[in-house]
């Protein structure tokens, strides 16, 4: 299995900062990987397709790149709507992974 | 506008089943490949199973830890997704959701979300 290690696994930051959160594969898996948000009590919403296509309807400060093994969601200025739990995810190969999560917290 | 409501969770022993639904509306539900994810309290979400459309064969794939317990079926006719859970741990407590898995670029990613729905497995 493909495993993904996010991090950090919490972050404390303000609104306006750059938040940048890390997802490492343990193999090559190309730009097959997802971005999603969490809120508290609510379903997941994709952010990002394909390591940086921005799905329809999201916010253009969030930004996706890397390729292979290592990739990162971008957060150009937070905003108090972005305080929340993001998950990477893998569909490169079965079963798909998650990472572990990475939670931001309001400063 | 896409809609996914999922129904049938609840409290159940281990060693029992339950089977949950999920009622699709707002897109063409047999065009699409189906997931359901869940995510056990307090924790990340994980990844239970898929089902390729009829033109796939309906086939699935399946997490480990569900497979030979779990088994996920379709009924286009409905727009409804199925998920059969038997002999359930204490460990598969959790929300389930039901996600449509969208073919975008050269993949498929889980575009839309149901509200899910809470299991628990506990005596």
């Known amino acids: 299995d493909i495993q993904l290690t996010q991090s950090p696994s919490f972050l404390s930051a303000s609104v306006g900062d750059r938040v940048t959160i890390t997802c490492r594969a343990s193999?090559?898996?190309?730009?097959?990987l997802a971005w999603y948000q969490q809120k508290p009590e609510k379903a997941p919403k994709l952010l990002i397709h394909?390591?940086?296509t921005l799905q329809s309807g999201v916010p253009s400060r969030f930004s996706g790149s890397g390729s292979g093994t290592e990739f990162t969601l971008t957060i150009s200025s937070l905003q108090p709507e972005d305080f929340a739990t993001y998950y990477c995810?893998?569909?490169?190969?079965?079963?798909?992974?998650f990472g572990g999560g990475t939670k931001v917290e309001i400063k | 506008e896409v809609q996914l409501v999922e129904s049938g969770g609840g409290l159940v022993q281990p060693g029992g089943s339950l089977r949950l639904s999920c009622a699709a509306s707002?897109?063409?539900?047999?065009?699409?490949?189906m997931d359901w994810v869940r995510q056990a309290p307090g924790k990340g979400l994980e990844w239970v199973g898929r089902?390729?459309?009829?033109?796939?064969?309906?086939?699935?794939e399946y997490a480990a830890s569900v497979k030979g317990r779990f088994t996920i079926s379709r009924d286009d006719s409905k727009n409804s997704l199925y998920l059969q859970m038997n002999s359930l741990k204490t460990e598969d407590t959790a929300v389930y959701y039901c996600?449509?898995?969208?073919?975008?670029?050269?993949?498929?990613?889980?575009?839309?979300w149901g509200q899910g729905t809470l299991v628990t497995a506990s005596s």
């Open positions: 394909t390591a940086s």
């Open positions: 995810q893998q569909r490169k190969s079965y079963p798909i992974t």
């Open positions: 996600a449509r898995a969208a073919r975008l670029g050269q993949g498929f990613y889980l575009d839309y």
């Open positions: 707002g897109f063409t539900f047999s065009d699409h490949y």
């Open positions: 089902i390729r459309m009829k033109v796939n064969g309906s086939t699935t």
């Open positions: 193999q090559g898996i190309s730009s097959s």
